[in-house]
């Protein structure tokens, strides 16, 4: 069960939000969602529930024995509980996600290791980041320990952002666990932002992929090198509007319940440099990365040769975060090396151009990075780059022929790169009850038309499950 399918949209969280808003208590309405954010994860997952259970145990525990040697003041102890409670998350993460291409690749080396066939539990990426972020923050005396191991099981479990994020902070939703207030506005711009969401899922994003899915799924004569480029802008439109799409309904639906969770897209499309890129981009994951890895490694702190290092170190774990795969380390390397030039090569002439230029190549970066990041295998990832650059003809009335699901895909193009640009931000209605009634005509209306292409679709899961 997915947020865009109409078993969610009809009946669970109607079912969800009329038993919370008929409870009073906030531990009972608390209790509300932690049945339903674990029935949402069943539905899916029922075998691997037992995972991400064992692992907010787990954080419970190592928090409990953390916050016990801080109040006696017993360092080294402090110090072995937040090791060894991190190190069990990070094996369990090893193991489901990573145990595979491990020996995958040592058996290309010795040929003789069997590569043990793991299924990766949904979502297990991102609540194991966030679980991380607790014991980080609480072992740096920057949040309070959850003594309450079912409220701690909520924050992991939280069914808007469970299962592709945005990566929430245990800081962040602190507070709001216990002490939180809904009201009818905020509900109402929940569900502005959520239908917003399925808007960019259902219309654009499904729609967006057809290019890219019938030029990379096909080897055909008729297919050069415009074509492969339409394909590559495709899925960079694909992406952003499935993940950001998926980010605004799960900010939507924290904001029904009374949670607010932070920004993680700022137009990123509109970025001047691959800098400005990633400060837009996917914002919970650079900066726990930022946070956890880079500034701990000692950051811009001693000497360029060290930056350079842990900048290097930072996007291979970014890349590797992504999949198990080699192709998502070239990628965060990629991105690693370009910062890396950006910073300390040309970034300070790239600030005096105009801004236009920036920004081409800025796209032009992030498209090549996107059929990178897209393509796994490395020879369909080759040719495809190959295709692009080869200056091959395309013959258009043979590939409508043999696919006429590029059409659909070209048509729906246009309106994601006019989306792509903040041009509702430039919209600004008056404070009134008139300019309320118009927004929420017009979230009817979208709303509706979102509907009509989830039923009118084949099934498409948000890009992010896999992680």
């Keep these: 069960m997915t947020f865009s399918t109409l078993p969610y949209l009809f009946l669970f969280l109607p079912l969800v939000f009329l038993l919370y808003n008929f409870l009073s208590l906030r531990?009972?309405?608390?209790?509300?969602?932690?049945?339903?954010?674990?029935?949402?994860?069943?539905?899916?997952?029922?075998?691997?529930?037992?995972?991400?259970?064992?692992?907010?145990?787990?954080?419970?525990?190592?928090?409990?024995?953390?916050d016990k040697f801080e109040k006696?003041?017993?360092?080294?102890?402090?110090?072995?509980?937040?090791?060894?409670?991190?190190?069990?998350?990070?094996?369990?993460?090893?193991?489901?996600?990573?145990?595979?291409?491990?020996?995958?690749?040592?058996?290309?080396?010795?040929?003789?290791?069997?590569?043990?066939?793991?299924v990766l539990p949904i979502g297990i990426s991102f609540y194991t980041f966030q679980i991380l972020s607790y014991i980080f923050d609480l072992y740096k005396k920057e949040v309070s320990v959850q003594k309450n191991f079912f409220y701690l099981t909520l924050y992991v479990s939280f069914f808007p952002q469970l299962i592709a994020g945005p990566i929430v902070r245990y800081q962040t939703v602190e507070d709001e666990i216990n002490n939180r207030y809904e009201n009818v506005n905020e509900i109402a711009q929940g569900l502005r932002r959520f239908v917003i969401g399925l808007a960019k899922?259902?219309?654009?994003?499904?729609?967006?992929?057809?290019?890219?899915?019938?030029?990379?799924?096909?080897?055909s004569p008729a297919f050069g090198s415009s074509l492969f480029w339409l394909a590559a802008i495709s899925y960079t439109l694909h992406i952003y509007f499935?993940?950001?799409?998926?980010?605004?309904m799960a900010i939507g639906l924290g904001k029904i319940f009374g949670f607010h969770f932070l920004e993680n897209f700022n137009f990123p499309y509109i970025a001047t440099s691959v800098t400005d890129f990633w400060r837009r981009w996917h914002i919970s994951l650079s900066t726990w990365f930022r946070d956890y890895i880079y500034i701990p490694l000692g950051g811009n702190r001693r000497g360029i040769l060290r930056q350079i290092r842990n900048i290097l170190i930072v996007w291979a774990l970014t890349g590797f975060w992504h999949g198990a795969s080699w192709?998502?380390?070239?990628?965060?390397?990629?991105?690693?090396?370009?910062?890396?030039?950006?910073?300390?090569?040309?970034?300070?002439?790239?600030?005096?151009?105009?801004?236009?230029?920036?920004?081409?190549?800025?796209?032009?970066?992030?498209?090549?990075?996107?059929?990178?990041?897209?393509?796994?295998?490395?020879?369909?990832?080759?040719?495809?780059?190959?295709?692009m650059f080869a200056f091959i003809k395309t013959d258009w009335v043979g590939a409508v022929a043999e696919n006429s699901d590029l059409l659909r895909g070209i048509i729906y193009m246009p309106l994601g790169i006019?989306?792509?640009?903040?041009?509702?931000?430039?919209?600004?209605?008056?404070?009134?009850?008139?300019?309320?009634?118009?927004?929420?005509?017009?979230?009817?209306?979208?709303?509706?038309?979102?509907?009509?292409?989830?039923t009118s679709t084949s099934y498409n899961p948000f890009i992010y499950f896999r992680f």
């Design 327 to 387: 192709n998502f380390i070239f990628w965060g390397l990629y991105y690693g090396i370009l910062l890396i030039l950006e910073k300390f090569v040309y970034g300070k002439y790239l600030g005096k151009l105009p801004k236009v230029f920036g920004w081409v190549y800025t796209m032009f970066i992030v498209i090549i990075g996107w059929v990178m990041f897209n393509l796994t295998d490395f020879n369909d990832m080759l040719n495809a780059l190959y295709m």
């Design 72 to 118: 006696r003041q017993n360092k080294k102890a402090k110090t072995a509980a937040f090791v060894v409670t991190v190190s069990l998350l990070v094996i369990n993460l090893l193991i489901f996600k990573y145990l595979g291409f491990f020996a995958e690749n040592l058996k290309l080396l010795f040929g003789s290791i069997k590569v043990p066939n793991i």
């Design 201 to 219: 899922k259902a219309i654009i994003s499904n729609n967006v992929i057809c290019v890219a899915n019938a030029v990379y799924s096909t080897d």
């Design 27 to 66: 531990g009972y309405r608390n209790a509300v969602l932690l049945i339903f954010s674990l029935l949402f994860y069943l539905w899916g997952e029922p075998k691997f529930i037992t995972v991400m259970l064992g692992a907010a145990f787990v954080a419970y525990i190592g928090g409990l024995f953390i």
């Design 242 to 248: 499935d993940f950001s799409g998926y980010s605004d």
């Design 418 to 454: 006019i989306f792509m640009f903040p041009i509702a931000k430039k919209i600004s209605l008056p404070q009134n009850a008139l300019s309320e009634t118009i927004l929420n005509i017009g979230t009817i209306i979208l709303f509706s038309i979102s509907i009509i292409y989830i």
